[in-house]
């Protein structure tokens, strides 16, 4: 199947990623000092279902996964990097919150992330952010006709690697359309030059995950889908889908 969309199809995974970028602000907006992460999980599917979409972490279950995910958004507190399942965690003072969210709208997915601090914002732990959300908008940026992956991915990486953080290993974006991860790979890291092609229609999802110390490695959390940073040091999450188009990049998981 051909990876690259027509603009009416990018236009139906713009309604999708509207429905997810609802969701996520409905999430930031509630995600106060002792509210559980479930509680975020319930308001996420609530906008989701009236929208008319379909939550598309809820109940997926990859070859890679032991079980199947029981969220509807990955809810990663602190050191835990991606895949934290929204249980009955209460959020503290100072907690660096991850939220990562995917909605099927009409058969078209859409997938994005955001990190941000609940309560008092350690400076340290805002610096992390705000360069996940650079790094981030440098692979958009990247995300241009006549670019390859390797720019991209050096655009996301080389931004993360010269501030001094980690990246998480073996981790990255991809594609995405009818199914939420599709071909080709987003590396986070990469090699100018190198890679394939970026087409007009290609539809990604760019994903820059960063770590506090400048370490990449993680390990998995005895619930089978958390992603811990070895380090125990804090991370961050951002993400967004985008169309690569005649006019450049064009990022659909936005209100
Ligand atoms: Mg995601
Ligand atoms: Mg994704």
New binding site residues.
């Given amino acids: 199947m051909s990876m690259v969309k027509t603009p009416d199809q990018i236009s139906m995974m713009r309604e999708a990623g509207r429905v997810v970028a609802h969701a996520l602000a409905a999430v930031k907006d509630h995600a106060d000092v002792g509210i559980s992460l479930k509680e975020l999980d319930e308001l996420a599917a609530s906008v989701i279902s009236d929208a008319g979409a379909r939550p598309?972490?809820l109940n997926y279950h990859p070859r890679w996964a032991a079980v199947p995910f029981p969220g509807v958004i990955?809810a990663s507190v602190n050191d835990a990097v991606?895949h934290g399942i929204p249980d009955g965690y209460v959020l503290r003072d100072g907690d660096l919150l991850s939220v990562?969210?995917?909605a099927f709208l009409e058969g078209w997915c859409g997938?994005?992330?955001v990190s941000f601090i609940v309560g008092t914002a350690d400076p340290v732990d805002q610096a992390l952010i705000d360069a996940t959300d650079a790094a981030l908008a440098r692979g958009i940026e990247a995300a241009r006709v006549g670019n390859k992956m390797g720019d991209l991915a050096y655009a996301i990486g080389g931004e993360a690697k010269r501030a001094g953080y980690g990246l998480l290993a073996d981790h990255g974006g991809h594609g995405i359309g009818r199914t939420?991860h599709a071909e080709p790979p987003v590396p986070n890291m990469g090699r100018p030059g190198r890679g394939i092609k970026l087409e007009e229609g290609l539809v990604i999802?760019i994903?820059p995950m960063l770590i506090l110390g400048g370490k990449d490695d993680y390990y998995h959390d005895d619930d089978e889908w958390t992603l811990r940073s070895a380090s125990g040091n804090k991370a961050a999450?951002s993400?967004h889908t985008v169309a690569i188009t005649a006019d450049g990049p064009m990022i659909l998981t936005l209100p």
């Fill in positions: 598309a972490f990955c991606v990562d969210c995917g997938d994005a992330a939420m999802a994903e999450h993400e």
